[in-house]
Antibody
Framework: EVQLVESGGGLVKPGGSLRLSCAAS????????MNWVRQAPGKGLEWVSS????????YYADSVKGRFTISRDNAKNSLYLQMNSLRAEDTAVYYC??????????????????WGQGTLVTVSS | DIQMTQSPSSVSASVGDRVTITCRAS??????LAWYQQKPGKAPKLLIY???SLQSGVPSRFSGSGSGTDFTLTISSLQPEDFATYYC???????????FGQGTRLEIK
């Protein structure tokens, strides 16, 4: 059974830092791209960041570029999100999600087929 | 960026009803669209991908159709556990191009 378990959320002051973790099990972690998707309270879903299976390709949403860093440790079946210079608008539940990706003709198409339960990050003074 | 617009924003229906939710893309995305179900306090769950492919384990009362700019999610006979919020997601140019619709809340009448 595929399981993704996030941890590391909490209350942090504006300008502060937090590191989220996602522990994966039930599948060959090193074979899949992994992602962070967030959801502000009462709002919709927003893709945040993606990392390819071997960490060769890393992408960020413009809203977090330069402040967040995604990484993974395939030996530990773990995904991470280092969040610096946090702002009030970063307040959200952060989900770890596995990528279901197909690349052809120079383009890639992808979905999120398994999600963790989420971890809440609150940025407030 | 490709914008995704869902309609309606909310809908009320009864158990046993047939319900259709629509998602429109601001430009053509072929069949690269997914649908997710989210219940309060829970993570989203993938229902449909590639516009009409049913994710493993999802009941057959869920179906998807469409291509280009217009897509639909249909629930053929609503069950009590189907009352939730549904999101569409365009999958073109993954991951930088990924965008979600604003959601459709399906409520009990």
């Amino acid at each position: 059974e595929v399981q993704l378990v996030e941890s590391g959320g909490g209350l942090v002051k504006p300008g502060g830092s937090l590191r989220l973790s996602c522990a994966a099990s039930g599948f060959t972690f090193s074979s899949y791209s992994m992602n962070w998707v967030r959801q502000a309270p009462g709002k919709g879903l927003e893709w945040v960041s993606s990392i390819s299976s071997s960490s060769s390709y890393i992408y960020y949403a413009d809203s977090v570029k330069g402040r967040f860093t995604i990484s993974r440790d395939n030996a530990k079946n773990s995904l991470y999100l280092q969040m610096n210079s946090l702002r009030a608008e970063d307040t959200a539940v952060y989900y770890c999600a596995r990528g279901k990706v197909d690349c052809s003709g120079g383009s890639c198409y992808g979905y999120f087929d398994y999600w963790g339960q989420g971890t809440l990050v609150t940025v407030s003074s | 960026d490709i914008q995704m617009t869902q309609s309606p924003s909310s809908v009320s229906a009864s158990v046993g009803d047939r319900v259709t939710i629509t998602c429109r893309a601001s430009q053509g995305i072929s069949s690269w669209l997914a649908w997710y179900q989210q219940k309060p306090g829970k993570a989203p769950k993938l229902l449909i991908y590639a516009a009409s492919s049913l994710q493993s384990g999802v009941p057959s009362r869920f179906s998807g159709s469409g291509s280009g700019t217009d897509f639909t999610l249909t629930i053929s006979s609503l069950q009590p556990e189907d009352f939730a919020t549904y999101y569409c997601q365009q999958a073109n140019s993954f991951p930088l191009g990924v965008t979600f619709g604003q959601g459709t809340r399906l409520e009990i009448k």
